[in-house]
């Protein structure tokens, strides 16, 4: 027992970890018989490497050690990323009045241009972007009381947009049947269809055209 506590507790191997860094690419065999004080050191000198890094050389960082990632560091790292980006474009379009190009963000947020474009081509997909459109949701009970407040006060916009939130969070979705648009008018026994329609020529579609208008004007 007393040995096993004496191998958990023994300080980390500095020149193993400088060796294993100096790997171009490393991977879980090249740690696997490091210690506990050893990984934790390894994961302290990642984290400040990316924090410092920046453009290709983090993406080449990212790349050598993707495989000893832990995931919530993956997630720390996309959610870094996505922030980052965000706060990027609202300046930029604050400053310039457009949307900023790739290489625009790229340069202001220190990440390298091909980062960006596949942040912003695939963060719908990530699982913490689902995350994220969460806790807006999460926030929306606390809004709509702020704005029913608002209202109760006497603001008249503010009562119009709670009726208005009310009504798009009670609204259920239409069932398939009434989904389905009858694509025809009926006039008496007689159906007009799309595809009558079709079949009628120009001056008879006037002439419904001008039947219609003239209703409409009354």
């Not at 020149?15 to 004080?37: C, H, M, P, R, Y």
């Not at 809004?143 to 603001?155: E, F, M, Y």
């Not at 694509?183 to 419904?208: G, P, R, V």
């Amino acid at each position: 027992m007393k040995a096993e506590n004496a191998l958990t507790t023994s300080p980390p191997s500095y020149e193993k970890i400088s060796n294993v860094l100096k790997l171009q690419k490393i991977t879980l065999a090249d740690i696997e018989d490091f210690t506990g004080a050893e990984r934790d050191y390894l994961g302290e000198i990642t984290t400040e490497m990316l924090q410092q890094l920046k453009g290709e050389e983090r993406d080449n960082y990212i790349n050598k050690i993707a495989a000893i990632i832990h995931p919530s560091t993956n997630d720390q790292i996309w959610e870094q990323n996505h922030f980052v980006i965000g706060r990027a474009i609202t300046k930029l379009i604050g400053q310039y009045g457009a949307m900023p190009p790739k290489f625009a963000i790229a340069r202001e947020t220190g990440l390298s241009r091909q980062t960006v474009a596949k942040h912003l081509a695939d963060y719908k997909a990530h699982p913490q972007y689902h995350a994220e459109m969460e806790q807006f949701k999460y926030l929306a009970p606390n809004i709509l009381a702020g704005v029913c407040k608002r209202a109760c006060n006497g603001d008249a916009k503010a009562a119009r947009l709670y009726f208005e939130m009310v009504g798009a969070l009670n609204q259920q979705q239409p069932s398939t049947v009434i989904n389905e648009q009858n694509n025809y008018i009926q006039i008496n026994n007689t159906i007009l269809s799309q595809e009558n329609l079709k079949q009628l020529s120009k001056e008879q579609l006037n002439q419904i055209e001008h039947i219609i208008s003239g209703i409409g004007g009354k």
